[in-house]
Structures are given as structure tokens and as C-alpha cells.
Nanobody, 118 residues
């Protein structure tokens, strides 16, 4: 069982920055591909960024060039640096862990609210 705890959300003005953190516990962090998803009211949850156990990354087109995902395996933590935030980035952001050694072994955090507004 893996526990994921997100932090770093909040209210920021357009053009501002935030860094989200997701601390993992309960298993071997390096065995997991990690991702950040977001879900706005009335919309489906969507992938924002993903980083594999080998540190390959991919991003949603809407955040490319503005967001950066990274991981620190020594701290069991994945980060999402968000720059040049826009009102359309307003969502609840969720951390996700996908095991590379066990089929169906997926976990979600509780989510952290990001609001971009002037």
C-alpha cells in the first residue's frame, strides 16, 4: 500500500508560480512511475505531467514550456513546478503512482486545490 500526500496548492495571480509536492510512503518509490493529474469542476480528470522510474517525462500540450515535473527518489517525492499560471490552470491537482512491477498497483493522493485568479 502506498500513501501519497500532496502539498503546495493555493491561490496565485495569473503569471505567478507554484510548486506542488507529493510525498510517497509505504513502498519502494523508485518502482513507480509518477504523475500529476488535474480535474476542474464539471470536467474529466486529465493528465498534466508524468515522469517514469527512468525519469522520462511527458506533458499535456496545454502546459508544455510552463510546467516541469521532477522526482527525488532519496526523498520519495515528486514535484510539479508551475510557472506562468493561467486562470484555466485552476483545478484540483492529484498525484498518481503507477507500479512498474505489479499490475494494477495504482494509487492516488487526496488532491490539492490550485486557484489562479486576480
Amino acid at each position: 500500500q502506498v500513501q501519497l500526500v500532496e502539498s503546495g496548492g493555493g491561490l496565485v495571480q495569473p503569471g505567478g508560480s507554484l510548486r506542488l509536492s507529493c510525498a510517497a510512503s509505504g513502498s519502494i518509490f523508485s518502482w513507480y512511475d509518477m504523475g500529476w493529474y488535474r480535474q476542474a469542476p464539471g470536467k474529466q480528470r486529465e493528465l498534466v505531467a508524468r515522469i517514469t522510474h527512468g525519469r522520462a517525462t511527458n506533458y499535456a500540450d496545454s502546459v508544455k514550456g510552463r510546467f516541469t515535473i521532477s522526482r527525488d527518489n532519496a526523498r520519495n517525492t515528486v514535484y510539479l513546478q508551475m510557472n506562468d499560471l493561467k486562470p484555466e490552470d485552476t483545478s484540483v491537482y492529484y498525484c498518481h503512482a503507477h507500479s512498474i512491477v505489479r499490475v494494477g498497483d495504482d494509487y492516488w493522493g487526496q488532491g490539492t486545490q490550485v486557484t489562479v485568479s486576480s
